[in-house]
C-alpha cells in the first residue's frame, strides 16, 4: 500500500479508540490556496489512539473556566464603546452558533455588536427564518451580503468539478467578509464561535491562545478559487470581471496590520457545547429545527441554513471516508451526550446515505444532471478508501461494526 493518497493523507486508516473519527479529516486550510493538486494535513493521533479532538476535550475538562471568563470580561472591556457605535462584529447565518454568540454578548457581557452575514448559496426556508428570527426576535442590526447568483453558480461547478468542494465559493465569502465589513465600519473586534480544534481541525497546539488564525483569511500570493486562478477564470467565463470576484478575494497582511484587528474565538473563553448552545438560541433567539431529519445524520438542528451543506457533506464521505453523521456522534460522543456504541448503531443507519432533499436543486443550480453530478462525485474516490465491486461501491478500511 502506498504511503500518501491522491488528497495527501495517510494510506492506512486509523480510527480514534474513543470517538468515531479517522486520519482522513483534514485541517482547515485558506481556501484561496486550494488548489486540484493540493496535499491536505490530517487529524492527529496520541500513541494511545486518541486523536486530537478527543485529547482537546479532555484537556478542556482541565480548564478554570471561571478564569477564563474572567480573560473574557477583560479582553471586551478593551474594546467595549459607550458612544453608540458597534464595537464588535458577529458573522454568521442565523444558526444556533451566531445567535448564542450576539445575544451573550450583548445582554451578558454588555457589548454592542454588529451581525453581518455572507448568504449562503441556496438557503433553506428554515436557514432564512432563523436568520429572520435572529434579527427580530434576538435584536440585532444585520448586513446580508448576497453574491452575484450567475458567478456563483458557475464557481459552484467549478468547484465541484475540480475539488468535489460545491459549497466553497460560500466558505471563501465567510472567511474574510467579517474581516472586510470590519475593516469598513471601523471596528476592531471580531468574535467566532468554537476553536477549530474542537473539531479536529487545527493542530492542538493552536488553543493555547484565543486568537483566530489570520493565515485562514490572508493571502499575499497566489489565489485560487475552484481551484483555478483567478486568470484561468476569467480566461474561461469572459463575461466574469475582477469587479465579480472581489467578495471572495482574501485580504492582504498589510490590511489587516493597519487596522489593528483582532479576531477571537468565544469557544476559547466559554466552555461550548452545541447541543446547549441550540437550548441558548431557541430560548433567546426564536431559533427554529428542521421539520425533517437531515439526510446522512439523525440530527435536525445543525447547518440545516443552505441546501449545499447536504451535498458538501456526502463530498466530504465520498474523499475522506467520514460523512455527517460521523461528525455529529464524534462530536456528542466527546460530551458525553451518547456513548461510542451508540455512535456506532447511528452511523450504520445514516452515515454516507445519499442527501436526496435538495440534491436536485443543487445540480440543478451548477447546471450539471444528476448522472453528470455522479460521474463527477465517483471520479473523486480514492483507491484506499473504495472499491468497485458487484456494481456498487464499498468502503475500504472500515471499522467492522460499520461494514453494510
Not at 435584536?139 to 461547478?157: E, H, I, M, R, T
Request: charged share 25%.
Amino acid at each position: 500500500m502506498k504511503n500518501s493518497t491522491k488528497f495527501g493523507l495517510p494510506s492506512k486508516v486509523i480510527h480514534c479508540t474513543n470517538c468515531l473519527m479517522t486520519n482522513q479529516k483534514p485541517f482547515s486550510m485558506n481556501e484561496t490556496k486550494n488548489k486540484s493538486n493540493s496535499k491536505k494535513t490530517g487529524l492527529l493521533f496520541d500513541e494511545n489512539g486518541l486523536c486530537y479532538a478527543c485529547l482537546y476535550n479532555e484537556y478542556k475538562k482541565k480548564i478554570n473556566w471561571k478564569e477564563r471568563e474572567n480573560k473574557l470580561r477583560d479582553m471586551l472591556s478593551e474594546y467595549r464603546k459607550n458612544d453608540g457605535s458597534y464595537d464588535c462584529i458577529i458573522s454568521g447565518s442565523g444558526g444556533k452558533d451566531s445567535q448564542f454568540q450576539a445575544h451573550i454578548l450583548k445582554e451578558k457581557y454588555g457589548m454592542n455588536p454588529l451581525t453581518v452575514t455572507y448568504s449562503p448559496i441556496l438557503y433553506t426556508d428554515v436557514g432564512f427564518r432563523n436568520l429572520q428570527n435572529w434579527i427580530k426576535i434576538g435584536g440585532f442590526d444585520n448586513y446580508l451580503f448576497s453574491p452575484n447568483g450567475k458567478v456563483l453558480s458557475v464557481l459552484a461547478k467549478e468547484s465541484f468539478k475540480n475539488l468535489l468542494h460545491p459549497i466553497q465559493p460560500f466558505k471563501l465569502g465567510i472567511k474574510t467578509f467579517a474581516a472586510k465589513m470590519a475593516i469598513k465600519m471601523n471596528i476592531n473586534l471580531i468574535i467566532y464561535g468554537e476553536p477549530y480544534a474542537e473539531y479536529g481541525s487545527a493542530q492542538y497546539d493552536q488553543t493555547e491562545s484565543p486568537q483566530y488564525d489570520q493565515e485562514w483569511f490572508v493571502n499575499d500570493g497566489d489565489i485560487f478559487i475552484g481551484g483555478l486562478s483567478i486568470n484561468e477564470i476569467k480566461k474561461k467565463y469572459n463575461f466574469i470581471k475582477d469587479v465579480d470576484l472581489k467578495c471572495y478575494m482574501p485580504l492582504k497582511s498589510d490590511e489587516v496590520k493597519n487596522h489593528n484587528l483582532n479576531v477571537e474565538f468565544l469557544g476559547w473563553y466559554l466552555q461550548w457545547d452545541p447541543q446547549e448552545i441550540y437550548y441558548y438560541a431557541a430560548k433567546n433567539c426564536g431559533y427554529e429545527v428542521d421539520d425533517q431529519r437531515t439526510d446522512g445524520t439523525y440530527g435536525r438542528y445543525t447547518g440545516v441554513d443552505d441546501k449545499f451543506e447536504w451535498l458538501h457533506f456526502y463530498c466530504q464521505y465520498i474523499k475522506f471516508g467520514i460523512g455527517r453523521c460521523r461528525f455529529d456522534v464524534s462530536q456528542e460522543i466527546r460530551n458525553d451526550h451518547i456513548t461510542r456504541e451508540e455512535g456506532i448503531l447511528l452511523c450504520k443507519q445514516f452515515e454516507g446515505n445519499i442527501p436526496e432533499r435538495y440534491l436536485e436543486d443543487c445540480f440543478e443550480y451548477m447546471q450539471l444532471t444528476k448522472s453528470e453530478a455522479f460521474k463527477i462525485i465517483d471520479s473523486f474516490r480514492p483507491d484506499h478508501l473504495w472499491q468497485f465491486e458487484n456494481n456498487s461501491w464499498k468502503r475500504l478500511q472500515e471499522l467492522d461494526q460499520l461494514n453494510k
